[in-house]
């Protein structure tokens, strides 16, 4: 099933030979317009493939090309929220495994845990903690991808970070390095959840991408994840998170992160 889903995409799309694949977050659907010689299929056109059912997701899966670089972009994600399986992410990314895919970049809109991460900033997620709950390789295990108790040490892969943070320097964008949290969702936490989750030792918080690097990391794919920072969690300004304003804050700061992520594709796989 996962292969043959591999097969129809590969074919409907002309793959050539990706390395690389990224997932595009609330208001981050502007990065597929840089993409150049596009070609594109609606997730409800691929068996198997969940629709997407939050504003600001897509759904579909685009082809395209920055420079050389060949790049899969999925544009929209499935969250654990709207009530999917977390074995559905599993899936997807052994989809993206079958693609040849060596490299994910993930991308979400987050709450800031931290006053000196303003909203508007981008931040570069070192290590996550996973308060969802939900596990993507809960049930058997298909060694054919990865272990039974597969390490998570180096998910977000340390010379990804540091060739980003490089980079960073160099076109004068700010990158603050941070911890994310994974709530389930979908309600925004309370005030006393946020000081909780400072405690924790975290830096940012929302409701996905853990899955995703958890099921990429026991496959071996090297990762590299940004938060757009949209707002800060409850409590700590006078202000009442919406998705509305996730939206919109993430649409404003993502001319940065395409800016980024393009410098990054660029300077090759
Ligand atoms: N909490 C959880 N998810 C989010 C937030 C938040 O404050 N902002 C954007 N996504």
């Not at 198997?48 to 420079?67: A, N, T, Y």
């Not at 994910?104 to 508007?120: E, F, H, Q």
């Not at 998910?155 to 076109?171: E, F, G, P, S, V």
């Not at 993502?254 to 980024?260: Q, V």
Request: proline share 4%.
């Amino acid at each position: 099933m996962i292969k043959q889903t591999a097969n129809f995409i590969k074919d409907k799309l002309g793959l050539v030979s990706p390395q690389t694949a990224i997932i595009l977050g609330s208001g981050l659907g502007g990065f597929a317009n840089i993409l150049e010689n596009v070609t594109t299929i609606n997730y409800k056109d691929i068996n198997g493939f969940p629709q997407s059912s939050v504003k600001g997701h897509k759904g579909e899966l685009i082809r395209g090309f920055i420079g050389n670089n060949e790049i899969i972009c999925l544009n929209g994600r499935f969250h654990l929220y709207e009530g999917h399986d977390p074995k559905i992410i599993l899936d997807v990314i052994h989809i993206l495994k079958e693609l040849g895919i060596k490299r994910l970049i993930v991308t979400n809109a987050a709450g800031s845990l931290r006053k000196d991460i303003m909203p508007g900033s981008i931040m570069l997620i070192k290590d996550h903690i996973n308060f969802s709950g939900k596990n993507p390789l809960v049930g058997p295990n298909d060694e054919s991808y990865g272990p039974r108790f597969p390490s998570m040490n180096n998910a977000y892969t340390l010379l990804l970070r540091k060739k980003c943070k490089d980079i960073a320097k160099n076109i004068g964008i700010e990158l603050k390095e941070g911890v994310y949290l994974m709530v389930l969702g979908p309600n925004f936490e309370t005030s006393a959840e946020i000081k909780a989750f400072q405690i924790l030792g975290a830096d940012a918080v929302g409701m996905s991408t853990v899955p995703e690097v958890i099921s990429a990391s026991h496959c071996s794919m090297e990762v590299l994840g940004f938060s757009v920072i949209t707002n800060y969690g409850a409590g700590m300004v006078d202000n009442t998170p919406s998705h509305q304003e996730t939206i919109s804050e993430a649409n404003k700061a993502s001319e940065k992160l395409i800016r980024l992520v393009t410098e990054f594709i660029k300077e090759g796989n």
